[in-house]
């Protein structure tokens, strides 16, 4: 034996455990994809049915948040698990040599990178169309305005520029888009600047014709209120995002997992659970037939 040989044989056994299928590949992470969409589906139309409509954040449950996020999770967990399974009970081992759970694993986790790229595209192209559907059109009236922070404080500026429109005429572009940056600041580190709550105090009181006390006490209320809808917005947005890549973090793990445990189930090393085990009698018949 020269000593080529045994440099060939390991590079060989390298070779092998690079070795990737594609068809079960592609399968587990339409499967995937599919699974995640119907089950995202239902949450959002639960979602829908207990959440309010209003656009304003201070009725925003951090209870219900929370559920959303560990849903997402829940569903990260089941949809990658079948997609690494339906790949790993696909793919045939090509060699003795290579390292089966390795490329389990490995066609697990590009069934979770394909599973997530087509889960983000899809996500791209559903997301602009919610706005326009009859259940998220109530909850985002203001979504074509221009105004900044529209979304998050409309129903206070609102309030702010309340018996104004009879004083205007109802033309307020600038003076509420004025006012939405004024009271963005209340959520920075230093808060409104007592210049800005002075000068928007005026405005106020010459948009609504109030007096002088009562248009600063309604810059402090609504200011407030402006605050706490941020406050909450930001909250709810920083849980849902960490949940979210959570829930992408669990999914790579489940779906290893997954297609490991469905090689040891493929080449017999486990017993099969009943719950998983559809074809016994098949299998019995053609190992007998086999031998």
Request: aromatic share 8%; no cysteine.
């Given at each position: 034996?020269?000593?080529?040989?045994?440099?060939?044989?390991?590079?060989?056994?390298?070779?092998?455990?690079?070795?990737?299928?594609w068809g079960p590949v592609i399968a587990g992470a339409i499967a995937a994809s599919a699974l995640a969409f119907v089950l995202n589906s239902f949450?959002?139309?639960?979602?829908?049915?207990?959440?309010?409509?209003?656009?304003?954040?201070?009725?925003?449950?951090?209870?219900?948040?929370?559920?959303?996020?560990?849903?997402?999770?829940?569903?990260?967990?089941?949809?990658?698990?079948?997609?690494?399974?339906?790949?790993?009970?696909?793919r045939r081992r090509s060699d003795p040599s290579e390292l089966p759970e390795f490329q389990?694993?490995?066609?697990?986790?590009?069934?979770?990178?394909?599973?997530?790229?087509?889960?983000?595209?899809i996500a791209a192209m559903t997301v602009p169309l919610l706005p326009r559907t009859p259940g998220m059109a109530a909850g985002t009236p203001q979504a074509a305005s221009s105004v900044p922070g529209e979304g998050l404080i409309g129903f206070e500026l609102d309030r702010l520029f309340r018996g104004s429109e009879r004083r205007t005429g109802g033309d307020l572009s600038y003076d509420r888009a004025e006012a939405a940056r004024i009271l963005l600041t209340t959520s920075s580190h230093s808060g409104m600047d007592p210049t800005d709550r002075a000068y928007l105090a005026k405005l106020v009181a010459a948009d609504t014709g109030?007096?002088?006390?009562?248009?600063?006490?309604?810059?402090?209320?609504v200011a407030a209120r402006a605050?706490?809808?941020?406050?909450?917005?930001?909250?709810?947005?920083?849980?849902?995002?960490?949940?979210?890549?959570?829930?992408?973090?669990?999914?790579?793990?489940?779906?290893?997992?997954?297609?490991?445990?469905?090689?040891?189930?493929?080449?017999?090393q486990e017993a099969i659970p009943a719950l998983w085990d559809?074809?016994?009698?098949?299998?019995?018949?053609?190992?007998k037939n086999t031998r």
């Open positions: 034996m020269t000593l080529s040989e045994p440099s060939a044989r390991s590079e060989q056994a390298v070779a092998h455990g690079f070795r990737l299928n949450g959002l139309a639960i979602g829908l049915a207990i959440s309010s409509a209003s656009p304003a954040w201070r009725d925003t449950s951090f209870a219900l948040v929370l559920l959303s996020g560990l849903y997402l999770v829940l569903v990260a967990l089941a949809s990658y698990g079948l997609g690494g399974y339906i790949a790993g009970r696909m389990d694993g490995m066609h697990g986790l590009l069934v979770w990178g394909i599973a997530t790229l087509l889960a983000g595209l109030t007096a002088a006390p009562d248009a600063e006490r309604r810059v402090d209320e605050k706490q809808d941020i406050s909450r917005a930001r909250s709810s947005a920083v849980i849902l995002a960490f949940m979210a890549g959570a829930a992408a973090l669990l999914g790579a793990i489940a779906a290893w997992a997954a297609a490991v445990t469905a090689g040891r189930y493929r080449d017999g559809w074809g016994s009698e098949s299998r019995s018949l053609f190992s």
